[in-house]
């Protein structure tokens, strides 16, 4: 019989063996443009903070006047005392402002894409979900009753046929806005389209659409013309902050409501951050240059980025993957780049895939061309 020490020292020997080994470090002050650490001052390319609004003036502010008003905390769920005037003001404001007739928020993503699926499904209902949908959805797929599926990544026509096969229950169908890794968006029309012919729904996870594509940054849904019957939107990237909301119609968010153990056990999200995230959709709303100044930077990445020994994915987002390959190499550069004063990190299996270990650039509103440029001098050293 195995011991739990003797369990532990074997697993954590086999990330060693396999360069797999993850290991935190201390973020003494972020800006957002750069990072500071107990080692020195990096130009920061690992931030999903894409409109630079985490040190946004009035986001700020609005935090700050929330605290005086409501204290630091929430005191307890939204189903007994932790669901202010804060929490309600902001879900019809991200209602409106998305063109759904409610919004319930969550404390996170994670928690969001779990609560919705545990509550929505049962043993009869099957979940269709691209096969690189976030790490959140296909578990809470996988811990859920209902049958998973997966169809190739960003193919309609994959998930056509899986849709034409029997299915006694309902039929959820899954994907992302803009994928997280890869950085590319999914082709929501043809996969709504699909969806809606068989009757069934669709649900998208916009993390990383939402505040940087379609008009007033309502997201990748808007951007394509679609309204899925469930969309998840997070606060931890272009919004500055952290937290989520599920918008949906007014029975789905009762039912929600009613049956979501996420929204019914969990502490709500501080009122004063709820007022903070209010500050920061006005400042998405009106925040075209932000999002011109991003995009800016994007394509004077990819333009520099070509003469790169790497695969560059082809991404028009914020997320730029350099696929590497092998996991050691790719902690090598990693570890190069900070020690020219540069933070990206490397991204391993298993969060992604086998043989495509990666840097996982990120790009913000906040860095300058200059930054682009001593990011580029410090790839082609490497190379060199």
Known sequence: MMNWSAYFSRQLSQLRDSSLWRQRQVNQKSNGRFLYTTEGKYLNFSSNDYLGLSTNSAVISAWQQGAEQYGVGSGGSGHIIGYTTAHQVLEQQLADWLGYSKALLFISGYS???????????????????????ASLIEAAMHSPAQLQRFLHNQPESLKDLLAKPCVGKTLVVTEGVFSMDGDRAPLSDIYQQTNAAGNWLMVDDAHGIGVCGEQGRGSCWQQKVKPEILIVTFGKAFGLSGAAVLCDEQTAEYLIQSSRHLIYSTSMPPAQAQAISEAVRQIQAGDELRQQ???????????????????????????????????????????????????????????????????????ASHTQQDIDRLMEALYEFRC
């Open 112 to 134: 969001a894409n779990q609560g919705v699926i545990a509550a929505l499904m049962t043993k009869q209902d099957r979940i269709i979900a691209d096969r690189l949908s976030h």
């Open 294 to 364: 991003l995009q800016q930077n994007i394509d004077y990445f990819r333009q520099q980025a070509q003469k790169l020994p790497f695969t560059l994915i082809d991404s028009e987002m914020a997320i730029q993957p350099l696929i590497i390959g092998d996991n050691e190499l790719s902690l090598s550069l990693s570890q190069y780049l900070q020690q020219k004063g540069i933070w990206v990190k490397a991204i391993r299996p298993p969060t992604v895939p086998s043989g495509s270990a990666r840097l996982r650039i990120t790009l913000t």
